[in-house]
Structure formats: structure tokens, C-alpha cells
């Protein structure tokens, strides 16, 4: 099921049927490759064994080896990880995001971020795929916030704690709904309270993440 979404990304597949000398030497991208000319550019076949794409993860991840089952998500992360390093254009800073510290204010860190990100992600997996969040804790005591700008490819919704979250009786939950769940306030109170340097004490904070950068192709997992 991995596959055939990764496959019908059109402007994935089109990128490595049109680049295709960029797999060369590169193990995954390259086996994720044949899985897309066979399944697109091969009329003569009317079904096709991904035996080499399969045999490529099982080497590469312990957790790919045999017939046992896996989540699709577990599968789609792997792919996205690995592809993206494979093809980065970029020189990627091995400390990360060590680089970008948590500020109050929020565009001096976003604009840190983006500069950090334009430096150590260029591949077409991260210009399709990644966007960036703002996760925000504020002190309920001195009302101060801390912005944290990252990058994130997936995203996933729990469905049954959706469904709690909005107050239904009923076990049908709409898309709507989920973002609403994604961007939900936190409360951290008694062992989750937060240590404030600005009061120099232990406080209750309130913890949210908003989207603030969309991908181009998002990624959604339903956790039922």
C-alpha cells in the first residue's frame, strides 16, 4: 500500500522517471526506481513483484526482514528518510537543529530555521514532503513563549482520542476534526510542569503545535 501511494505521487514518480541517472550507485532510490518503471512504463506486464525493493529494506532495516506485517507508516518514514539523504543536494549540518535554539521570538527563530533548512534540505523528497510546525509552550505564570520551529513529513491522528477529544458519541470523525485534534492545547500541570528560567521556578505551561508551512504533498496517517 506504501508503494502505490509513493507511486501515484505523480510529481515524485515523474522526477525519478525523469532523473533517472540520479539513482545510480544509490540503493533505495534506485530500487524505488524499477518499482516505478515497472509499474508505469512496462505495458507488457500486468502484474509486478517489487522482490528487489523488498530485498533492498530488508537489508538496510531488521525490521523489513520476513513476511511479517508492518504499519504502512513505519514503511512511508523509512522511505522518506533514506530517499531524502540519498538525494540531498545539500552538505546536511549533523547537529540539526541544535543550530536554531528556542526564542521568544517567533520570527527571529523562524527565519533561522528557514535558512538553516534551505542549507541542509534540497532533495526532490524534501521539497515535496517537508513542511514546518511551530510548537509553542507558554508559562502560565510570566506568560512567556517559547517557539520551537522544526520540519516535519507526516502527520497522525489517532482517531479513537480524536473522537474523545471532540465529545462524540458516535465513532465517525471527520478530517476537520483531526487538524482540529493536531492543533490542540496541552495543559502541563503537577509532574509535567515545565522549569521556567524566567521565574526561576517550576510552572504550569500550556504546550501547542501549529502547521505554519504546508508540504506540497501532505502525508496523513489514520490511527484507528
Known amino acids: 500500500s506504501t508503494l502505490q501511494c509513493f507511486s501515484n505521487v505523480k510529481s515524485l514518480r515523474n522526477y525519478f522517471l525523469k532523473y533517472n541517472s540520479n539513482m545510480?550507485?544509490?540503493k533505495l532510490s534506485s530500487a524505488l526506481l524499477k518499482v516505478f518503471e515497472n509499474l508505469w512504463e512496462k505495458s507488457n506486464i500486468s502484474?509486478?513483484?517489487?522482490?528487489?525493493?523488498?530485498d533492498v529494506i530488508s537489508e538496510m532495516?531488521?525490521?523489513f526482514e520476513g513476511i511479517q506485517a508492518n504499519d504502512a507508516k513505519d514503511l512511508i518514514l523509512f522511505i522518506l528518510e533514506n530517499v531524502h539523504n540519498e538525494?540531498?543536494?545539500?552538505?546536511?549540518?549533523?547537529?540539526?537543529?541544535?543550530?536554531?535554539p528556542n526564542c521568544m521570538d517567533y520570527n527571529s527563530v523562524f527565519n533561522s530555521f528557514q535558512i538553516f533548512f534551505a542549507k541542509n534540505y534540497n532533495s526532490v523528497i524534501s521539497n515535496l514532503f517537508y513542511g514546518m510546525n511551530n510548537s509553542m509552550m507558554t508559562c502560565c505564570n510570566c506568560n512567556r513563549t517559547i517557539h520551537n520551529v522544526q520540519c516535519f513529513n507526516?502527520?497522525?491522528f489517532p482517531l479513537e482520542e480524536v473522537r474523545k477529544f471532540k465529545g462524540y458519541n458516535q465513532n465517525v470523525v471527520n478530517i476537520y476534526d483531526c487538524f482540529d485534534y493536531n492543533e490542540k492545547k496541552d495543559f502541563m500541570m503537577g509532574e509535567n510542569q515545565i522549569s521556567c528560567?524566567?521565574?526561576?521556578?517550576?510552572?504550569?505551561?500550556?504546550?501547542?503545535?501549529?502547521?505554519?508551512?504546508?508540504?506540497?504533498v501532505l502525508i496523513i496517517n489514520l490511527n484507528r
Open 47 to 54: 502484474y509486478y513483484v517489487p522482490k528487489e525493493f523488498k
Open 24 to 26: 545510480k550507485g544509490k
Open 87 to 100: 538525494l540531498n543536494k545539500e552538505n546536511p549540518n549533523i547537529n540539526g537543529n541544535n543550530n536554531v
Open 61 to 63: 532495516n531488521s525490521l
Open 154 to 156: 507526516i502527520l497522525i
Open 197 to 216: 528560567n524566567l521565574c526561576n521556578r517550576l510552572s504550569n505551561a500550556i504546550n501547542q503545535t501549529k502547521i505554519i508551512i504546508s508540504p506540497n
